[in-house]
T-cell receptor, first 109, second 115 residues
Framework: GENVEQHPSTLSVQEGDSAVIKCTYS??????FPWYKQELGKGPQLIID?????GEKKDQRIAVTLNKTAKHFSLHITETQPEDSAVYFC????????FGTGTRLQVFP | ETGVTQTPRHLVMGMTNKKSLKCEQH?????MYWYKQSAKKPLELMFV???????ENNSVPSRFSPECPNSSHLFLHLHTLQPEDSALYLC??????????????FGPGTRLTVL
């Protein structure tokens, strides 16, 4: 079955710097790759997603890239702000979502 | 708020207790999900209900018993749990359960501790 690996598990950056979180997936048939953000005391919330027919997608300060050949996809956050501090989960899917283990991002003022 | 509420937010129970977790969605969705979230592990899908019918049971032990009386409510009945069942239990909903690309709306979770 599908397996998703996510790195790093923790990431600390200075406010204004960029943050990059990387995921790899095992099943080449996966065709949908969402990213969820989980703030303290809340459930995960979708922030951006990408489908297998697209290589890159951007929404303001966040962007996601997909390399189908290498089975890699990444989340890029530019100009980080303290409110970006949260746990971020990637996921891949064919028939159901398989989540990564999460990355705890801390943005220091 | 996401439109998905869960009660209670925290629950401590002994291994011989019986308790229930409740989830309610106010989004008019037709599919509801239970996930288990443990530290440093991926979210584990437990159950899926689509139009009140269970469409997925991800090899969950029988000490977890789901119930979906209507498309807006989902319960997880717990009995004779083990300490390793301690985790955050998340409920989610989507418009319908067949399109994996539907955005999942999560509740805040119930933090369960089994003593």
């Amino acid at each position: 079955g599908e397996n998703v690996e996510q790195h790093p598990s923790t990431l600390s950056v200075q406010e204004g710097d960029s943050a990059v979180i990387k995921c790899t997936y095992s099943d080449s048939a996966s065709n949908y790759f969402p990213w969820y953000k989980q703030e303290l005391g809340k459930g995960p919330q979708l922030i951006i997603d990408i489908r297998s027919n697209v290589g890159e997608k951007k929404d303001q300060r966040i962007a996601v890239t997909l390399n189908k050949t290498a089975k890699h996809f990444s989340l890029h956050i530019t100009e980080t702000q303290p409110e970006d501090s949260a746990v971020y989960f990637c996921a891949a899917s064919i028939s159901k979502l398989i989540f990564g283990t999460g990355t705890r991002l801390q943005v220091f003022p | 708020e996401t439109g998905v509420t869960q009660t209670p937010r925290h629950l401590v129970m002994g291994m011989t207790n019986k308790k229930s977790l409740k989830c309610e969605q106010h989004l008019g969705h037709n599919a509801m999900y239970w996930y288990k979230q443990s530290a440093k592990k991926p979210l584990e899908l437990m159950f899926v209900y689509n139009f009140k019918e269970q469409t997925e049971n991800n090899s969950v032990p029988s000490r977890f018993s789901p119930e979906c009386p209507n498309s807006s409510h989902l319960f997880l009945h717990l009995h004779t749990l083990q300490p390793e069942d301690s985790a955050l239990y998340l409920c989610a909903s989507t418009r319908e359960g067949l399109a994996v690309t539907d955005e999942q709306f999560f509740g805040p979770g119930t933090r369960l501790t089994v003593l």
